[in-house]
């Protein structure tokens, strides 16, 4: 099956400006993450969705951060009046969480964003 | 709050030789998991090894196997018989079994070099 598909690959964007990222989790999976990785550095953790819980949003850097999804299915990560600090990698992945294994996450290849 | 600790920036091995990655974790609980993914320069973030705190046996897959200290909160991961492929970034990452949201926290990364 597929795997974590993301888009777009890469965006260019102006200062100030609002972008919106995507993320298509695997078919079945309940959670999604959103990781942000700066260049060099580690993921650090955004938000994330389980189902139709409340969504954990303690990773969100401020609040022109924003992430919606809709039931189990895409989910989007909105970046409005975005600034150069916002410049990284962000990463989605999605798992099972239907216990053993299964809550290994799995990763799409990323969202490369570059704030002019 | 946990930690993760990657004290060795960049690693190099020659084709065929064995090399271990260091990572070393802070936390005061005694059930967790911990990770080795590794991100080649596609982006694609792929799990590489999995182990849970509760096992003493230590996790191997294939080449690739692990050295846990519990008492030492170690984790280091061994490559054996290294191959072109193989070089990437390496994150190492901790999971809390205790955390509703099983987000990863990932340590900064090591660059490995695997040369002909």
């Known amino acids: 099956g597929a795997g974590v598909s993301q888009s777009p690959s890469n965006k260019v964007t102006e200062k100030g400006k609002d972008v919106e990222l995507r993320c298509d989790p695997i078919s079945g999976h309940t959670a999604l993450y959103w990781y942000r990785q700066r260049l060099g550095q580690g993921l650090e953790f955004l938000i994330y969705?389980?189902?139709?819980?409340?969504?954990?949003k303690s990773g969100l850097p401020s609040d022109r951060f924003s992430a919606e999804r809709t039931g189990e299915s895409v989910s989007t990560l909105t970046i409005q009046r975005t600034q150069q600090e916002d410049s990284a990698v962000y990463l989605c992945?999605?798992?099972?969480?239907?216990?053993?294994?299964?809550?290994?996450?799995?990763f799409g290849p990323g969202t490369r964003l570059t704030v002019l | 709050a946990q930690t993760v600790t990657q004290s060795q920036p960049e690693m190099s091995v020659q084709e065929a030789e064995t090399v271990t990655l260091s990572c070393t974790y802070d936390t005061s609980e005694n059930n967790y998991y911990l990770f080795w993914y590794k991100q080649p320069p596609s982006r694609q973030m792929i799990l590489v090894i999995r182990q849970e705190a509760y096992k003493q046996q230590n996790a191997t897959e294939n080449r690739f196997s692990v050295n846990f200290q519990k008492a030492a909160k170690s984790f280091s991961l061994k490559i054996s018989d290294s191959q072109l492929g193989d070089t990437a970034m390496y994150f190492c990452?901790?999971?809390?079994?205790?955390?509703?949201?099983?987000?990863?926290?990932f340590g900064s990364g090591t660059r490995l070099l695997v040369r002909p």
């Open positions: 969705f389980q189902g139709n819980s409340a969504p954990d």
């Open positions: 990452a901790f999971m809390r079994i205790l955390d509703s949201s099983y987000k990863l926290i």
């Open positions: 992945a999605s798992s099972s969480l239907a216990g053993g294994n299964t809550d290994t996450q799995y």
